[in-house]
């Protein structure tokens, strides 16, 4: 019970939870692609509005204050000590837009302010001595929430011709105060209508927001999902060859990526089919093959058993027979084992550096008399002097199945020639007969197991069908190659080729 939880929660863990799973990364990429743009739109949106009505509100209320400033200058405002009508409209300014305005006159002194508290004050603050050298300044506060404002009350009208051409900079480039400036507006208004604007406006956004993120995470449930139910299937199908259910070829056509999956799995179980053939076929070409020489054994014995008083010389015969099936089925055996013990990746080769001439003079020395019992003549010529990485015993059972095989499958009186040549990479050996040859059809066949051109042929000179497959076997442990051709009544002429140096996997 507890442990069908446990398992529960790990298959969600893999299936929903692991970073390593293709449907939590597309569920990721999708969600974060998403998301990120509709938070920065919003972001972006509301920083643009603000600066916008920021500097709208600014741009009006200057223009408001560049007004007033010259109905001050027009009613005399400095000299007169005020005027009523342009407190009015200051008065009406600084309701309008929740502000406070300040008029300083030229000595700095404050005399006028509409909240009447800083009337008579001097104010030495560096917007306000620009200001006196002519230039308007703002600042924005988001923090405090207000425009901070400075104009110039500009006096155009008693303008003396130095000050209309020389302008306000002194020769070395510091600013000098404009004569012109007779006085400044410091004019503080509340962005509050913008901030509560803008709250609006996020509130809005925010939903809208929510709504999108709400969406993406239903688009990338989906997608993900979707994008990778064909890889499900395909564990699927897999799952049922696996179990054994099926032994067909799959097919998951829904994507590209699924169906190269599913071609290489169709692939390999081509491959695990025809192996699963040839063991089958190699298991019962075995079997026959062990049997055939116990069936003549039986066969035999059995008839000296029917036979009441067979003369002893018949007994020799048939035990002489006896003794030779027996001898058969050994070699049968031993060369299976070899076999076998080739098959296995773990055979490892023991490679030393031989010197193949003394290697292949050894082994004409030991089939010469095989030879000669079929006056067969047999011919070594060696091109150069070779040394080469390989395993004495494999290269041996190479060498030794091809002339044996050369002698054997020869006609009376024929001749074997090998010739051992080497160049910078490679050596070869080579092997012609002047025998009964193979015919064209069965070239591709000679190295299967059990194969053999003419069977009865073969088993009477003692072949077990076994010794080009274990030949070849050898050869490609070596990374090397073996060839044959043949002309049938002619010859045949097989060519082993075998790096120099051993080349590790
Ligand atoms: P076997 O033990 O029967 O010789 P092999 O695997 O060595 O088995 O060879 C397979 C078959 O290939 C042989 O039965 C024979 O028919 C053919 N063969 C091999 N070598 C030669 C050759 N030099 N000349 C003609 N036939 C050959």
């Not at 169906?259 to 089958?280: G, T, Y």
């Amino acid at each position: 019970m507890v442990n069908n939880y446990l398992k529960k929660i790990k298959e969600f863990y893999h299936q929903y939870l692991n970073l390593r799973s293709l449907r939590v990364r597309i569920f990721l990429i999708v969600l974060v692609v998403g998301i990120i743009p509709s938070v920065a739109m919003r972001y972006g949106i509301m920083r643009n509005y603000e600066q916008r009505a920021v500097e709208l509100r600014t741009e009006t209320v200057r223009n408001q204050l560049k007004v007033i400033a010259d109905h001050l200058i027009s009613a005399d405002y400095f000299n007169s000590n005020g005027s009523d009508v342009v407190n009015a409209e200051l008065e009406m300014l600084s309701n309008l837009y929740d502000g406070r305005v300040q008029i300083i006159s030229g000595n700095l002194r404050v005399i006028r302010d509409t909240y009447g508290i800083s009337e008579g004050k001097t104010i030495i603050s560096e917007e306000v001595i620009k200001c006196f050298m002519g230039d308007s300044l703002s600042n924005y506060d988001d923090q405090n929430r207000y425009i901070e404002m400075t104009i110039p009350i500009i006096d155009n009208q008693n303008v003396s011709a130095e000050e209309v051409t020389g302008g306000n900079t002194a020769p070395g480039g510091v600013k000098q105060p404009d004569s012109r400036v007779k006085g400044v507006m410091l004019t503080s208004i509340s962005t509050d209508y913008i901030e509560d604007t803008m709250e609006i406006l996020s509130r809005k956004a925010m939903i809208l927001e929510a709504l999108m993120i709400m969406a993406i995470v239903v688009i990338a449930l989906l997608l993900c999902i979707v994008l990778t139910r064909p890889f499900e299937r395909v564990t699927k199908a897999i799952g049922e060859v696996k179990e054994g259910y099926s032994n067909e070829s799959i097919s998951v056509p829904d994507l590209a990526e699924t169906e190269h999956i599913v071609e290489a799995f169709n692939q390999l179980l081509q491959r695990m089919k025809v192996l699963d053939d040839s063991r089958q076929e190699f298991v019962s070409n075995v079997s026959h093959e062990l049997k055939t020489p116990l069936t003549s054994m039986k066969v035999l014995a059995d008839s000296l058993l029917v036979q009441e008083d067979a003369p002893p010389e018949l007994y020799q015969e048939f035990m002489e027979d006896i003794v030779s099936e027996i001898d058969r089925e050994n070699r049968i055996i031993t060369d299976l084992l070899t076999l076998v013990k080739m098959d296995k990746k773990v055979s490892a080769l023991n490679i030393a550096s031989l010197n193949i001439n003394d290697l292949t003079e050894l082994i004409l020395k030991r089939l010469r008399p095989l030879a000669r019992k079929k006056d067969v003549e047999v011919v070594f010529e060696s091109v150069r002097p070779v040394t080469a990485e390989v395993d004495e015993v494999k290269m041996t059972l190479v060498m030794s199945n091809l002339v044996e095989n050369a002698i054997k499958y020869n006609k009376e009186h024929g001749w074997v020639k090998v010739v051992l040549d080497a160049d910078h990479q490679y050596f070869t050996f080579e092997v012609s007969d002047s025998g009964i040859g193979i015919p064209e059809d069965s070239l591709a066949q000679i190295y299967e197991r059990f194969y053999r051109v003419d069977k009865s042929h073969s088993r009477e000179i003692g072949g077990t069908g076994l010794g080009l497959a274990i030949t070849k076997s050898a050869v490609l442990m070596h990374r090397g190659s073996i060839t044959v051709t043949s002309t049938e009544g002619e010859g045949s002429t097989f060519l082993v080729k075998v790096p120099l140096n051993y080349i590790a996997q």
